[in-house]
């Protein structure tokens, strides 16, 4: 479609305005692709290479009347016949109000071709500037060469934008009131929607801003029309006014979501509302600024920008998630809190809740074998299996027990709490500078507290298991003369887990699924609240008939206080059978490597082999396995869930660094701190 390597001369000969519509716009397409070949940088200082290209087709056609001729005719067919109102009313969102429609548009543009038949500006301005620097070389028109553009533009129009020093023509300002209408129906639409309306603050919609932004809106386009733009100024003024309490009364939806939970359907609607308004409030300046050709070359290098920013599915998403980020991270932090130690107290507490953790964990482990042994299909085995540990690791939760491995993606939102609203290096001057020192040693208080209390944890679990492991396995060859677990499974238990094998690989996904969970237990936590199911579980008038007004209360309570808990141990627990099941079906022969499991298979397939097994450079290969196996399950999951964590913080990769650098001096300086405590 595009041709860089055509000279002027050529664009210029190719410029025919009796050339059906797709010529004619193909031909705008060249132009742009011809101005864009070459460096990003000109020869005259840093002025960009296609302004300069600009400027020297500019004198060709003030020198040259036949070319200019042809340039300003098709020029004005353009201006006549494509919908400009459709560019500054509809460019930039989506006429769908959900995330997914804005998803589906994005990878349309990305991987459907576009067409140059349109007479939608809209459409046509994304298939023109496809490039990523498009909007700075834009942006960087001098005034003399915008002057001499838009002395080009009016000649085509006859008088689209005024020149400085020219009488403005009736009917430039035509696309832009019809735009200015369009824009205010989709205000009004978005904030009347239930979704929206319904959260916004009482007091900020008391005087109805979003009502008279119509009536408002019309009475500014009237005045203007009338070509009096002094009767037109307070009318401007009060649109403007209007536009400032329509978005204090759309900010205000993000206090509801903080405190009732997070859509990010509705964070959607919520920004696609505030950009329609401050784009209205754009064309607004436009159309009453004294040098329009300013005002439109501001508005059109931030649309050119736009059209970069529409090609990038990643950037959405991760704009329109940080919200749900930062509230998942917020959920756990409250739940996470309790697997910090910071005292001797605690951190005996901590034993003692993981030990509990290691004896139910023991009983996992002879089921599984139990289960492997009934020889059930792979999905089923894995679907038993799956169960097997999502029961188990809820019998630990109800007792208020532990599981170590569960920590890391529950404790790494509260350790990032503790930097919310500090700005850490954010600041220059000397007394800020103490606060954000102050800042990270605290940060890396915490970190110590909470790397010996996982260490705890697993201690806790371990200490626990393989004593409970053996016990069994001796009363079965007391009571029945051989013991739980098969010869032959236990061999394999040596050459499954072992370090020589694929064990580090298993074990770092492993704790992938145990961030995995936490995600999900946060989505599921932040559903619970957002759909409000405390509430309909306390005052339901079914509910409240059948367990009584008493009983609903503490229902309600019970499932508010453990709604995180119960899924993320069920997730879990089936994706710990499940998902290896799943990836085999494709060819990802991928196992789960779970510490605590596996030292108490480690144990079980000890005590069958007998004393002598501890002689073999197997078991001890295995045994390294289980440490290793420790330090990735904790450590990814950890990684994951502090990753998102500081993500929905935002705190930059600067101040990352200096909290890791923290984090070495004090491993350096006082390694002790990371075991136990002061």
Same mark, same amino acid.
């Given at each position: 479609?595009?041709?860089?390597?055509?000279?002027?001369?050529?664009?210029?000969?190719?410029?025919?305005?009796?050339?059906?519509?797709?010529?004619?716009?193909?031909?705008?397409?060249?132009?742009?692709?011809?101005?864009?070949?070459?460096?990003?940088?000109?020869?005259?200082?840093?002025?960009?290479?296609?302004?300069?290209?600009?400027?020297?087709?500019?004198?060709?056609?003030?020198?040259?009347?036949?070319?200019?001729?042809?340039?300003?005719?098709?020029?004005?067919?353009?201006?006549?016949?494509?919908?400009?109102?459709?560019?500054?009313?509809?460019?930039?969102?989506?006429?769908?109000?959900?995330?997914?429609?804005?998803?589906?548009?994005?990878?349309?543009?990305?991987?459907?071709?576009?067409?140059?038949?349109?007479?939608?500006?809209?459409?046509?301005?994304?298939?023109?500037?496809?490039?990523?620097?498009?909007?700075?070389?834009?942006?960087?028109?001098?005034?003399?060469?915008?002057?001499?553009?838009?002395?080009?533009?009016?000649?085509?129009?006859?008088?689209?934008?005024?020149?400085?020093?020219?009488?403005?023509?009736?009917?430039?300002?035509?696309?832009?009131?019809?735009?200015?209408?369009?824009?205010?129906?989709?205000?009004?639409?978005?904030?009347?929607?239930?979704?929206?309306?319904?959260?916004?603050?009482?007091?900020?919609?008391?005087?109805?801003?979003?009502?008279?932004?119509?009536?408002?809106?019309?009475?500014?386009?009237?005045?203007?029309?009338?070509?009096?733009?002094?009767?037109?100024?307070?009318?401007?003024?009060?649109?403007?006014?209007?536009?400032?309490?329509?978005?204090?009364?759309?900010?205000?939806?993000?206090?509801?979501?903080?405190?009732?939970?997070?859509?990010?359907?509705?964070?959607?609607?919520?920004?696609?509302?505030?950009?329609?308004?401050?784009?209205?409030?754009?064309?607004?300046?436009?159309?009453?600024?004294?040098?329009?050709?300013?005002?439109?070359?501001?508005?059109?290098?931030?649309?050119?920008?736009?059209?970069?920013?529409?090609?990038?599915?990643?950037?959405?998403?991760?704009?329109?998630?940080?919200?749900?980020?930062?509230?998942?991270?917020?959920?756990?932090?409250?739940?996470?809190?309790?697997?910090?130690?910071?005292?001797?107290?605690?951190?005996?507490?901590?034993?003692?809740?993981?030990?509990?953790?290691?004896?139910?964990?023991?009983?996992?482990?002879?089921?599984?074998?139990?289960?492997?042994?009934?020889?059930?299909?792979?999905?089923?085995?894995?679907?038993?299996?799956?169960?097997?540990?999502?029961?188990?690791?809820?019998?630990?939760?109800?007792?208020?027990?532990?599981?170590?491995?569960?920590?890391?993606?529950?404790?790494?939102?509260?350790?990032?709490?503790?930097?919310?609203?500090?700005?850490?290096?954010?600041?220059?001057?000397?007394?800020?500078?103490?606060?954000?020192?102050?800042?990270?040693?605290?940060?890396?208080?915490?970190?110590?507290?909470?790397?010996?209390?996982?260490?705890?944890?697993?201690?806790?679990?371990?200490?626990?298991?393989?004593?409970?492991?053996?016990?069994?396995?001796?009363?079965?060859?007391?009571?029945?003369?051989?013991?739980?677990?098969?010869?032959?499974?236990?061999?394999?238990?040596?050459?499954?887990?072992?370090?020589?094998?694929?064990?580090?690989?298993?074990?770092?996904?492993?704790?992938?699924?145990?961030?995995?969970?936490?995600?999900?237990?946060?989505?599921?936590?932040?559903?619970?609240?957002?759909?409000?199911?405390?509430?309909?579980?306390?005052?339901?008038?079914?509910?409240?008939?059948?367990?009584?007004?008493?009983?609903?209360?503490?229902?309600?309570?019970?499932?508010?206080?453990?709604?995180?808990?119960?899924?993320?141990? %069920? $997730?879990?627990? *089936?994706? +710990? =059978? &499940?998902?290896?099941? !799943?990836?085999?079906? #494709?060819? @990802?022969?991928?196992?789960?490597?779970?510490?605590?499991?596996?030292?108490?298979?480690?144990?079980?397939?000890?005590?069958?082999?007998?004393?002598?097994?501890?002689?073999?450079?197997?078991?001890?290969?295995?045994?390294?396995?289980?440490? %290793? $196996?420790?330090? *990735?399950? +904790? =450590? &990814?999951?950890?990684? !994951?869930?502090?990753? #998102?964590? @500081?993500?929905?913080?935002?705190?930059?990769?600067?101040?990352?660094?200096?909290?890791?650098?923290?984090?070495?001096?004090?491993?350096?300086?006082?390694?002790?701190?990371?075991?136990?405590?002061?």
């Amino acid at each position: 479609m595009s041709r860089p390597g055509w000279d002027l001369s050529a664009l210029l000969n190719a410029a025919d305005p009796r050339a059906p519509r797709h010529q004619r716009h193909l031909w705008l397409v060249r132009l742009v692709e011809w101005l864009r070949h070459g460096p990003a940088q000109g020869q005259a200082g840093d002025t960009p290479m296609p302004v300069l290209r600009i400027r020297h087709l500019l004198n060709v056609l003030e020198r040259n009347a036949e070319p200019r001729e042809r340039v300003v005719a098709l020029l004005g067919r353009f201006w006549r016949e494509t919908d400009l109102a459709s560019l500054f009313a509809d460019f930039g969102f989506t006429a769908r109000r959900d995330l997914w429609g804005e998803v589906g548009e994005r990878l349309a543009v990305q991987w459907l071709p576009g067409t140059p038949d349109t007479d939608d500006l809209a459409a046509l301005f994304q298939l023109i500037f496809t490039r990523d620097d498009d909007h700075a070389w834009f942006g960087a028109i001098d005034e003399a060469t915008l002057a001499r553009l838009v002395a080009l533009m009016s000649a085509a129009r006859g008088g689209a934008v005024p020149a400085p020093g020219e009488e403005p023509a009736a009917d430039w300002r035509a696309p832009l009131l019809q735009a200015m209408t369009w824009l205010v129906s989709a205000i009004r639409a978005a904030a009347f929607a239930p979704a929206l309306r319904c959260r916004m603050g009482a007091e900020l919609l008391a005087n109805q801003p979003f009502d008279q932004l119509a009536p408002a809106a019309q009475s500014l386009i009237d005045a203007l029309r009338s070509g009096d733009p002094l009767a037109a100024a307070p009318h401007a003024n009060y649109l403007r006014a209007l536009l400032q309490r329509c978005h204090a009364a759309a900010d205000s939806i993000y206090d509801h979501l903080e405190e009732f939970g997070v859509s990010v359907n509705i964070v959607f609607e919520v920004q696609q509302l505030q950009a329609r308004a401050i784009r209205l409030e754009a064309l607004v300046d436009l159309a009453m600024s004294a040098t329009p050709q300013r005002e439109l070359h501001r508005l059109l290098v931030d649309l050119v920008a736009l059209a970069r920013e529409r090609r990038s599915v990643r950037a959405l998403l991760a704009r329109q998630y940080s919200l749900m980020a930062r509230k998942v991270a917020e959920r756990h932090a409250e739940t996470g809190e309790h697997y910090i130690t910071r005292t001797r107290d605690e951190y005996a507490t901590m034993l003692r809740q993981a030990a509990g953790g290691g004896a139910v964990i023991a009983g996992t482990t002879f089921a599984k074998f139990f289960l492997l042994a009934l020889g059930l299909a792979p999905f089923w085995s894995g679907v038993a299996a799956g169960m097997n540990y999502a029961i188990s690791f809820l019998i630990v939760h109800l007792m208020h027990w532990t599981v170590a491995t569960k920590q890391p993606a529950m404790t790494a939102p509260a350790l990032a709490e503790k930097l919310a609203g500090l700005g850490v290096g954010a600041r220059d001057d000397q007394r800020n500078a103490g606060r954000d020192i102050a800042a990270v040693e605290a940060f890396v208080d915490e970190v110590s507290h909470l790397v010996r209390s996982q260490i705890a944890g697993i201690l806790g679990n371990i200490a626990l298991v393989i004593p409970v492991v053996l016990v069994l396995q001796w009363l079965a060859w007391a009571q029945a003369g051989r013991p739980l677990v098969s010869e032959a499974d236990a061999r394999y238990v040596l050459h499954s887990i072992t370090l020589l094998g694929p064990t580090a690989l298993f074990a770092a996904f492993t704790g992938v699924l145990l961030f995995a969970s936490s995600l999900v237990a946060g989505w599921v936590e932040n559903w619970f609240v957002y759909h409000r199911i405390e509430s309909a579980l306390a005052y339901n008038p079914g509910i409240v008939a059948r367990l009584g007004a008493p009983r609903a209360l503490r229902w309600s309570a019970w499932w508010r206080g453990n709604i995180s808990g119960v899924a993320a141990n %069920v $997730t879990l627990g *089936l994706m +710990l =059978g &499940v998902a290896p099941v !799943l990836l085999a079906f #494709v060819g @990802l022969h991928i196992e789960v490597r779970h510490v605590t499991l596996s030292s108490g298979q480690l144990a079980a397939a000890a005590s069958t082999l007998g004393w002598e097994t501890l002689r073999e450079p197997a078991f001890w290969w295995c045994a390294a396995g289980l440490v %290793v $196996t420790a330090v *990735l399950n +904790l =450590g &990814v999951s950890f990684w !994951l869930a502090l990753k #998102v964590a @500081l993500r929905s913080r935002r705190i930059t990769l600067k101040d990352r660094r200096r909290l890791y650098g923290g984090v070495w001096r004090r491993l350096r300086r006082a390694p002790r701190s990371f075991l136990l405590p002061e």
